[in-house]
């Protein structure tokens, strides 16, 4: 299988409630992905994000499979000794991150994140290569056969991009030694190239008039909404010739997608049976409250009054106290009938009003940016197929920009992170969420250096070591097709090295990297050997800015010496 090393993209959407691979033959131009549940009575493009370990911490179960062997151990009385992690992937968002950092199982026990992320996405690729196989007429296939795409939030810090990256290594997707046959690409960036290629008809109640796609009309500004369970991430881009992208500004988003909605209804469940019963529910009966969770999910796919059957168990509990009928008794926003309760449409808008709120805040955002001209509003993940966020964006956003929903909303970051493989360097420009530099000594002045120590060099020059030195600013648009040079002279006219130390930090007008906020974030030093052009010497520093790994490179101009080191964004 030499040759199959490009001919095969497979790319996985690793989301906070489901994930889902995708795959396609370079030479064909249709995605393929798998229908998961189908043997517990689902079919749905993307299968729960949720893992099952031994006791001994071997892997077990992945998606539905697991949610179904935990239920039935539960009746057995066995699952307290099991791990089972659910919504994991939003355990690296906004927090310090380490190779060992814990997490924890329903059970109350601990297991290495990195462990539990790997195994998630092994679990994926093995499914993956074994599902290409059967689709090739039973063809053995290797993960060194794919180029792999990931994907992950563009709100996520660099820490936790690089954190998913080594996952994968762990995961075996691909070996240290072939780091390019892995694309760590973002969610709404996929998204993004997937919607500029929609064909005019592809949309949920919409036509295009022109029948053009929008990666046809280079200086189109459009605004890609990516809603999930977990978040909501926004990114802003403008075509440009050759169907590139150019952000206009950087990612941003929130925590509010999707699941804040079931995190409601939960608790609108407790307002109604009480924090007592619904405990006794959600600890002993795990995948009744999955299976109501998923008939919730079909309620919330409609506008309107819905039914939503009320699982035994919960019933059962509830009955042992009182009436079933008495626990609505009062209410405005639900009723019991035929065996079920009936939630009134008013309260489920109600239940979306903390995530569409956080949705409308996040657009505003953008939107009060003068200089910007968006003309289409694409809302995608699975969350932008519910009529309330439909409804809510078009009412808001849609005098001041055309809002547009996909069919498959909910698989437009996987087919566009496949997409997005087969020509990666497709979006050519992105803006800097921070300011990167590194530290280097500056002639000292005495105004600008004030209360800093100082260094006085051989030839009794005085410095300021520390002094941060810029190479690209908060806010700024990076070229990264393009490296960017520069370059630098030693201190000392005999020095045999240069020391580089990289540093980031939100600030836009840093001065030293001792200041608040400053993260060191790698370092190397190049040996310069030749010491006879003194100080009159170079090392010129390259720096390649990707979007989820950035490597710096320094060569000493006199002896060619060069040494790199990849940016690591992570605390040891
Ligand atoms: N038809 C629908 N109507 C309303 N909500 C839906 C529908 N389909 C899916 N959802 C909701 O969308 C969310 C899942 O969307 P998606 O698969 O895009 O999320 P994810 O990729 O797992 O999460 P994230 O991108 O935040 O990591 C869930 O909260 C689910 O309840
Ligand atoms: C759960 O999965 C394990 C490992 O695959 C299997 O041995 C066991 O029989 C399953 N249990 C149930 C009850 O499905
Ligand atoms: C805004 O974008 C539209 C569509 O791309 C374009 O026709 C229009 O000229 C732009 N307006 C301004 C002020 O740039
Ligand atoms: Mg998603």
Redesign the pocket.
Known sequence: MAEAESMLLIAIDFGTSFTGYCFQFVKSKQIRQPKWGLEHGYNTPKTPTCILFDAEGKFLKFGYDAIMNYTRQIRKNEAKKLYLFDNFKMELYGKELHRDLEITAKNGGKMKAMKVFSESLKYMKEHALEMIGKHTSDMTFFASDATWVLTVPAIWSAAAKQFMREAAIEAGLVTQSEPERLIVALEPEAASVWCKQLPYDHFINEILKDAEKIEQ?P???YMVVDCGGGTIDITVHEVVEHGRLKELHKASGNNMGGQTVDKNFKSFLREIFSNEIFDKFEENHPHELQKLMFEFLNCKCYDGNTLIPCPCSLQKLAEKEKDIEAYFKGSSDADWESESILLYGEKMRSLHDESLKAIENQINEILKKQHL?I?YLFLVGGFALSPHVQKFVKEKFGLKCKVLCPVDAQLAVLNGAVTFGMMPNVVESRISVFTYGISEGQLFDAFKHKGKSKYVNKDGVEFCSGCFHCLVKKDESVSFSETKTYSFSPVERDQKDMQFSFYCTESKTPEFVDEQGMKMVGSFSVPMPNILKGGYRTVKLEVRFGSTEMKATATDADSGETTSVKLDFMCS
């Open positions: 009309a200086g189109t500004q001209n003309t």
